[in-house]
C-alpha cells in the first residue's frame, strides 16, 4: 500500500526504493538483526540503551509500544477492507476473523501458528509478486522512464513525504522490533546476511514492482491518484490484480497482498507484549515476562488495536509512517555505535543515520499529524536538529578516540 501510494509522487519512487532498501534499509535491517543475535537475542530497546543510554531506552520503549500498536491495527484494517471488497463477507466480520489469528499468532509459541503457515505465505507472496511483474509488460500503457520530477497530483513535495510514504519496502524502522524473534531462530550467524538483509533487498523488489503496477496500469499519476480517492489502496490492488491476472491467479496475487500485512500484524502484537513486559519489570522491579503475564498484557495492547482499526486508514497510516521512520533512525545510531565502540567502520550506518534524522526532523514539523508548520519553517528546524545529532554524534567519536588512546598508553606504560 505504501509503494502504490508512494507512486503518486512518479517515478522518482523508484529511486527512493532502490537506494533506500540497498544503503539504508537492508543496512538497518542486517545491524538490527545480527546486534541483537550478539546479545543473546535482546529485545531493540535493550540494544538502544545499551549504546545509547537509559533516557533514550525509556523513550524507544514507548514509541516502539505505539508503533507496534498503530502497525497491528493498520495491518488489520487494510486487509479487511481488500477482502470486504473481493467476498460476501463484510469488514466487521473479516476484521474480527483477522484479529482472532493475530491473537492465536501472538498468543502461541512460534512454532505452532507462524512456524507453520509462514512458508505457504511466503509461497503465496512470491507468486504475487512475480505474477503482476511480469503481468506489467502485458499491460496497454509503458512502465514510466525514470525522472527526478515531482508528478503528485496534489504537488506535496517530495522531501521528506516520499521518505515517509513508502517506508517498509526502503526502509522500515518496524523491522528491528521484530529481529529478535528471527535471531533467537537462527541456527548459525552466517544465516544473518540472507535472512536480515536478503529478505529487506526482497521486500524492496516487492515495493518497485507495485509502484511500477500503480504508475504503468492507470496511465499517469493523476489517474492513480482518481482510483485512490475512489477507492484507496485495497481498491487499486483488487483492479490490478484482477484486470492482470484473470479471476484466479487475481484472487492469488490479492490474498499475497493480504499475507504481507497479516503477517506483520501478528509480529507486532507478539513484539508489543514482550516490550510491555519489559517496561513494566524496568518500572515495577517485578518480573512481568512470566506465561500467564504475557498473555495477560495482551488485553490492553489488543484493546487499544481494537479500537485503532476503527479511525480514518489513510490517517492512520500517516502515524504509522512517522513513527516507523522514527525508530528506524534511532537503530541506525545505535547500528552506528555499536560500530565505533567496536572500532568497526561505522559510515556504513552513520550515513544512513544522518540521512534519516534529516527526514524525521523535518517530516515531524511539516506533517499535518505534527506541527502542521510551514514548508520552509519545517526545513529550517529540521536543520537544526540534524546538526545538533551531528554534533553529538563528532562529539561521540571523538570521545570514543579519546579513550581509545588513553587505553594505548597504558598498554605501552604496561
Not at 514482550?274 to 506465561?291: R, S, V, Y
Not at 528546524?381 to 554524534?393: E, P, T
Request: a positive charge.
Amino acid at each position: 500500500f505504501g509503494a502504490i501510494m508512494g507512486a503518486l509522487y512518479g517515478p522518482v519512487a523508484f529511486i527512493w526504493i532502490v537506494v533506500g532498501s540497498i544503503f539504508a534499509g537492508a543496512v538497518h535491517d542486517y545491524f538490527s538483526g545480527m546486534v541483537s543475535l550478539r546479545h543473546n537475542g535482546a529485545q531493540f530497546p535493550t540494544i538502544v540503551g545499551k549504546y545509547l543510554g537509559g533516557a533514550m531506552k525509556f523513550v524507544t520503549t514507548i514509541v516502539s509500544i505505539i508503533l507496534m500498536v498503530l502497525v497491528a491495527a493498520a495491518f488489520t484494517a487494510a486487509p479487511a477492507q481488500l477482502l470486504t471488497q473481493i467476498t460476501p463477507l463484510n469488514f466487521t466480520t473479516w476484521l474480527v476473523i483477522i484479529f482472532v489469528y493475530l491473537l492465536l499468532a501472538a498468543i502461541l509459541p512460534i512454532n505452532k501458528v507462524i512456524g507453520r503457515v509462514y512458508p505457504i505465505f511466503g509461497a503465496i507472496l512470491i507468486f504475487m509478486a512475480v505474477s503482476i511483474g511480469i503481468g506489467m509488460f502485458f499491460f496497454d500503457n509503458p512502465i514510466p522512464n525514470l525522472t527526478l520530477s515531482n508528478l503528485h497530483p496534489g504537488e506535496l513535495p517530495i522531501w521528506p513525504l516520499l521518505m515517509v510514504t513508502i517506508s517498509c519496502g526502503a526502509i522500515s524502522g518496524f523491522h528491528s522490533t521484530q529481529s529478535p524473534i528471527l535471531a533467537r531462530t537462527l541456527k548459525k550467524e552466517s544465516e544473518g546476511r540472507k535472512v536480515f538483509y536478503g529478505a529487506m533487498i526482497g521486500e524492496g523488489v516487492i515495493a518497485m514492482i507495485w509502484a511500477a503496477a500503480g504508475m504503468t496500469f492507470f496511465g499517469s499519476t493523476g489517474a492513480l491518484n482518481a482510483a485512490l480517492e475512489a477507492g484507496g489502496p485495497a481498491g487499486v490492488v483488487n483492479e490490478i490484480s484482477l484486470t492482470t491476472l484473470g479471476a484466479f491467479g487475481g484472487m492469488i496475487a490479492i490474498l499475497g497482498i493480504v499475507v504481507l500485512p497479516i503477517t506483520t500484524g501478528d509480529t507486532a502484537l507478539r513484539s508489543s507484549r514482550m516490550m510491555l513486559a519489559e517496561l513494566l519489570t524496568q518500572l515495577t522491579k517485578k518480573d512481568f515476562n512470566g506465561k500467564g503475564k504475557l498473555t495477560l498484557l495482551m488485553v490492553p495492547v489488543a484493546g487499544a488495536t481494537l479500537y485503532l482499526t476503527s479511525i480514518d486508514y489513510s490517517f492512520l497510516w500517516r502515524y504509522v509512517g512517522g513513527s516507523n521512520q522514527i525508530v528506524a533512525a534511532v537503530m541506525l545510531w545505535t547500528a552506528a555505535m555499536y560500530l565505533v565502540k567496536n572500532n568497526k567502520f561505522h559510515w556504513i550506518c552513520s550515513i544512513p543515520a544522518l540521512f534519516m534524522t534529516a527526514v524525521v526532523s523535518t517530516y515531524v514539523f511539516y506533517a499535518p499529524e505534527g506541527f502542521n508548520l510551514d514548508y520552509g519553517i519545517s526545513m529550517i528546524l529540521g536543520m537544526v536538529i540534524w546538526l545538533a545529532v551531528l554534533v553529538w554524534f563528532v562529539r561521540q567519536l571523538i570521545k570514543h578516540k579519546t579513550a581509545s588512546n588513553y587505553e594505548d598508553s597504558d598498554v605501552k606504560l604496561g
